[in-house]
């Protein structure tokens, strides 16, 4: 198949990923499930051949620098078809490719089963809101659905920091500008700078990857926007150490401080397998209130997951109460329950 058939099939199939790699059949990746198509083994030379395809399909990307740097990370769109993100990369001397299908129109967040108390992070109107789980998860896609909410909503200038860009916002309410790192800007740290200076209201920032990301983020909250971004974290109170614990501990206090002030939300997630053999989120949420912040400001982090507990009326969802509404309503089974859960008893 070309490389166009292939994305054509694993569109139609809802595939999540495609895998193109040497020795192996093409491969999609449904409900968590890899899915070889076919018997046919892939040789070096078809994934070479694909790997050209996918680059004669983006204008923007160069397959000469690929073959030097051993490996790269984009998305493109393909007409009719769908909108893809993809990692090329090197192995075993030969050229690989996983792609991630993204479609077209933006998610509809209570088909995904993501509830009022994660979307209630729209209203924000300055601060700082971290979505956290491991890579896979569904992060991206919780965010697109909080930015387009602010976008049916609000009245703003909204700017995205991507690498690469996954959903396609079109100006509604509010006006959308949407940067590619390494394509539209040199990295996160020099677009969040720059963005600074270009009247947001809101700005979702991909990844807050290192210490020069992470406090530009913060500063920017500080200033009064509404600052969405995201961690490979799970559960709100890793997530605030491991933000603290970037930073150098004769800093750290002075964090703590500025981190109770201006963070808003923290939102976990991460992805069952549900009993009709599909895949459904579980949700932890934290909102901040007076208690929270002396918590984080105090450095008693380890009683956050009490307060979460104790802050339902406030719109706080504990992971463990997310996992058992979901087996009480017979979504997944009590192993999977088990598995999932922080405290399985």
Do not use: W
Not at 195 to 221: C, H, K, W, Y
């Amino acid at each position: 198949m070309t490389i166009t058939e292939i994305l054509t099939k694993a569109t139609k199939e809802k595939a999540s990923d495609v895998f193109l790699i040497a020795n192996l059949p093409v491969s999609f990746k449904i409900d968590g499930t890899i899915v070889p198509q076919g018997e046919e083994r892939l040789k070096p030379e078809d994934t070479y051949q694909l790997v050209e395809d996918i680059y004669s399909l983006v204008n923007h990307k160069s397959f000469e620098y690929f073959l030097e740097a051993g490996d790269d990370d984009f998305s493109f769109s393909l007409s009719g078809v769908g909108r893809f993100r993809i990692n090329v990369y090197r192995q075993r001397n030969t050229l690989a490719a996983v792609i991630r299908t993204v479609f077209f129109s933006l998610p509809d967040p209570e088909k995904l089963g993501i509830p009022a108390e994660v979307m209630n992070a729209h209203k924000l109107g300055k601060g700082l809101v971290l979505v956290t789980g491991m890579a896979g998860c569904g992060k991206s896609t919780t965010l697109a659905c909080i930015v387009d909410a602010i976008n049916k909503s609000r009245s703003c200038h909204i700017i995205t920091l991507e690498d690469p860009v996954e959903f396609i916002h079109r100006h509604n309410r509010s006006i959308v500008s949407q940067r590619e790192i390494h394509s539209d800007t040199e990295s996160y740290a020099s677009a969040l700078r720059a963005a600074l200076r270009q009247s947001p209201d809101v700005i979702l920032l991909g990844e807050m990857r290192d210490f020069e990301t992470t406090n530009i983020a913060m500063t920017a909250a500080e200033t009064g926007q509404l600052v969405l971004s995201s961690l490979h974290t799970l559960g709100a109170a890793k997530t605030i150490d491991r933000i603290i614990d970037v930073y150098p501990p004769d800093q750290q206090q002075q964090v703590r401080l500025q981190l109770s002030m201006v963070l808003e939300a923290v939102i976990s997630q991460q992805l069952l397998p549900s009993a009709d053999g599909g895949l459904v989120p579980a949700f932890e949420v934290m909102r901040m209130n007076p208690a929270i912040r002396n918590m984080i400001r105090e450095g008693r982090i380890h009683q956050i997951d009490t307060a979460i507990y104790a802050g339902r009326k406030e719109g706080m969802i504990a992971m463990d109460v997310s996992v058992t509404q979901l087996r009480e309503k017979g979504i997944i089974s009590e192993e999977t329950a088990a598995l999932y859960a922080s405290n399985a008893k």
